[in-house]
């Protein structure tokens, strides 16, 4: 009898481990799909658009002195991130400098706010949302300076970009990671102390106006 009821405890607890697993497997499942759900308006794009805005983009020197000075962290590291980025997607043809904040413990959220600048001289106020499941724990707050590629009109940063698996990288204090949708690419740089880049999967929704639903 003792034997039984000793061997109840871990079936009770092997069963909810199991459904938990489950639940945020399918869970995952669901965010990588709808991370990576096609926008139809990006379809538009063509090759010649994309090639246009990398000639219209930031040269690399004036891209890593605005974020050497906006992000007030290791000059070496930044450089490093940027020389990274521009050796996988050329010159971006915008940026955005923001603050944010975030946390967590497997499931994670993200929301901040930032000022969206086009080479081409377009200025708008951008909000982002987001959730991410994985090996993901911890939290943080601070600014972000995003790189981004391939977009041809400021209006299309206004969409969800999923996190590309693998594309995390964190030199001295200095984190980047890749966000895709379609051939558009955000590059989003943080710096500090929190500094929160896991394996997780989910994604970025850009808004128009602050929303708390990271759905």
């Known amino acids: 009898m003792q034997g039984t009821l000793s061997n109840t405890p871990r079936f009770v607890a092997s069963a909810t481990g199991s459904r938990l697993a489950a639940v945020l497997g399918a869970f995952a499942l669901a965010l990588l799909l709808g991370g990576c759900a096609t926008n139809p308006s990006t379809n538009q794009t063509s090759g010649d658009s994309n090639q246009a805005a990398q000639d219209d983009g930031y040269d690399k020197y004036e891209t890593t002195q605005e974020a050497v000075n906006f992000l007030g962290g290791s000059a070496e590291g930044i450089a490093r991130m940027i020389d990274r980025a521009f050796a996988d997607y050329g010159r971006p043809n915008a940026i955005i400098k923001g603050e944010e904040g975030g946390g967590a413990l497997v499931v994670g959220l993200r929301y901040g ?45 206004f969409q969800r970009f999923a996190g590309v698996n693998g594309s995390a990288f964190v030199v001295g204090g200095v984190g980047m990671q890749y966000l895709r949708s379609q051939s558009i690419v955000v590059a989003p740089i943080r710096v500090g102390v929190g500094l929160r880049l896991g394996a997780g999967v989910g994604y970025t929704q850009f808004t128009q106006d602050k929303s708390y639903n990271p759905f």
């Open 113 to 157: 706010m930032g000022e969206f600048m086009a080479k081409s001289g377009e200025k708008q106020t951008v909000y982002w949302q987001g959730p991410s499941v994985g090996w993901d724990f911890g939290g943080d707050a601070g600014r972000v300076f995003m790189l981004v590629y391939n977009l041809p009109r400021p209006d299309l940063i």
